[in-house]
């Protein structure tokens, strides 16, 4: 019968390898809780290369909950440019004020968890981290360390699978230390037990994991994925509409299912194969104005998530109509505002396809 070390007596196998091999990450010098609230807001869907690259920059300019709190969100907006996941921008800002104004940090993964855009792995690293309560985490670089740890034929996603990693990620969790054992999890699954290339005979776990001691088992197989949502296709008109030297813009609603609260281009969904005349009409009734649009149009292809954008984008001609002159979701920018401006990927890849170079000289399309 197989003999495996059990997750207690790994614990400090663990955080021997992380005191040993962790990475020297900004978010990891600091006790601070505001600061490490940002990294981790930060680090939700962004790889830690690209938080690094911002991180310092945003505290200097926000250097605690109060600063936070007091700025307007279009700033905080502002200075999260390149991070992308705006919705993050603004749940930070309103857990800021909720903090300001109650005068004190949560104690329990519990409390985190009922802040804007905290989930449960998010609440149980800043209570392990904070506060020093032992919540186990589980991220997709968990998942896999103990997947294979367990050798666990179940995605890890289901429910059934993620009670079982749970439990077993709060055995490895060293109760004097339950912030760096979490994170010694997350950095084996970076750094050694990788996705492809696992290095087994690094890993501390390995004398408890069952992928790497059974006879006939592949690491590499698992976890077992679950079935893949099937992709969206979504067929979209983008208008570019220039007045001198200033871009017209539309600042997308907050609860839109993509480019939620960013600036961007006026666009409208469309059936696959509309023309531009057809473009002009729902654009006037989605942002008010007559609308006549060049039917040169270029095809801009764009992945988020599950869903593939083909947008068809063409220089446009734009005039008021009386109910929408002061219309608050279009705005003129100049090429040199939008810089700071949250906007995403998607805009200057447009721009670039259209020909429209910010320093070239201006097309005027507008009124």
């Known amino acids: 019968m197989l003999q495996l070390v059990e997750p207690e007596e790994l614990r400090g196998a663990l955080l021997a390898w992380f005191d040993r091999c962790r990475r020297d990450l900004p978010w990891r010098r600091t006790e601070d809780p505001y600061e490490i609230l940002v990294a981790e807001i930060m680090l939700q869907q962004t790889r830690s290369e690209v938080v690094a690259t911002r991180y310092e920059g945003f505290l200097e300019r926000f250097p605690g909950v109060d600063a936070l709190a007091e700025a307007p969100v279009e700033s905080v907006e502002s200075a999260w440019s390149g991070l992308g996941y705006y919705r993050r921008a603004r749940n930070l800002h309103r857990t800021a004020r909720i903090l300001a104004e109650r005068g004190a940090l949560p104690a329990s993964a519990a ?12 609440s149980a690293l800043l209570a392990s981290r904070c506060s020093g309560e032992s919540a186990p985490v589980l991220d997709g670089n968990v998942e896999r360390v103990l997947s294979r740890f367990l050798a666990s034929t179940e995605p890890p996603r289901r429910a059934a699978a993620r009670r079982r990693l749970l439990a077993t990620a709060a055995r490895l969790l060293d109760p004097s230390r339950p912030g760096d054992s979490n994170q010694a999890l997350m950095e084996v699954g970076s750094l050694v037990c990788r996705r492809g290339r696992p290095d087994c005979g690094v890993c501390p776990l390995a004398p408890g994991c069952r992928a790497f001691r059974s006879p006939g088992l592949d690491p590499r197989a698992l976890p077992v994925a679950a079935p893949r949502r099937p992709r969206e296709v979504r067929h979209c008109f983008t208008a570019v509409v220039h007045r001198g ?51 040169r149009a270029v095809l801009v292809r764009h992945a988020v998530t599950y869903r593939d954008f083909l947008v068809r984008a063409a220089v446009a001609r734009w005039r008021p109509g009386r109910t929408t002159a002061g219309r608050s ?7 040199g505002e939008i810089d700071g401006l949250p906007t995403s990927s998607l805009l200057s890849k447009t721009l670039d396809s259209v020909g429209v170079n910010r320093a070239d000289p201006p097309i005027h399309s507008g009124p």
Not at 111 to 122: D, V
Not at 248 to 272: C, F, K, M, S, Y
Not at 329 to 335: E, R, T, V
Request: glycine residues 12%.
């Open 245 to 295: 030297d200033e871009l017209l813009l539309h600042r997308r609603p907050g609860d839109a299912d993509w480019l939620a609260g960013r600036w961007h281009l006026p666009t409208v969904e469309l059936a696959n194969g509309e023309e531009s005349a057809r473009a002009a009409e729902v654009l006037a009734r989605e942002y008010g104005g007559s609308w006549e649009c060049d039917e």
């Open 329 to 335: 979701s279009l705005a003129w920018f100049g090429h």
């Open 111 to 122: 409390e985190w968890a009922e802040l804007p855009g905290i989930g449960a792995y998010t």
